[in-house]
Nanobody, 122 residues
Framework: HVQLVESGGDSVQAGGSLRLSCVAS????????MSWFRQAPGKEREGVAQ???????MYADSVLGRFTISQDNAKNTVYLEMNSLKPEDTSMYYC?????????????????WGRGTQVTVS
């Protein structure tokens, strides 16, 4: 099993920046990809960014050019650097890990989830 713990959420003004962190523990060798998702009240969970074990990345169109996903394998940590934040980025942000290889950025493909960290942009 894999445990994921997110941190870094906060309330910021539009145009500001935040960095989210996700620390993985447990059977981390079984993970082939990690992603960030977000879910606002009354909306479906949407994929934000993905990074594979090999370092390949993928982003949702809505965050392309503003968000950057990265990883520190030595620390079992994935980061989401968020710049030029907009009110529509307000959401609960979740870290997710997948055992499968080359998973689409869709929630159903992910096996492990953190509890989330709240980002509010006003």
């Amino acid at each position: 099993h894999v445990q994921l713990v997110e941190s870094g959420g906060d309330s910021v003004q539009a145009g500001g920046s935040l960095r989210l962190s996700c620390v993985a523990s447990g059977a981390t060798d079984s993970i082939n990809g990690m992603s960030w998702f977000r879910q606002a009240p009354g909306k479906e969970r949407e994929g934000v960014a993905q990074i594979t074990d090999g370092g390949g990345t993928m982003y949702a169109d809505s965050v392309l050019g503003r968000f950057t996903i990265s990883q520190d394998n030595a620390k079992n940590t994935v980061y989401l650097e968020m710049n030029s934040l907009k009110p529509e980025d307000t959401s609960m942000y979740y870290c997710a890990a997948a055992r499968g290889v080359a998973c689409p950025l869709r929630a159903g493909y992910y096996n492990y989830w953190g509890r989330g960290t709240q980002v509010t942009v006003s």
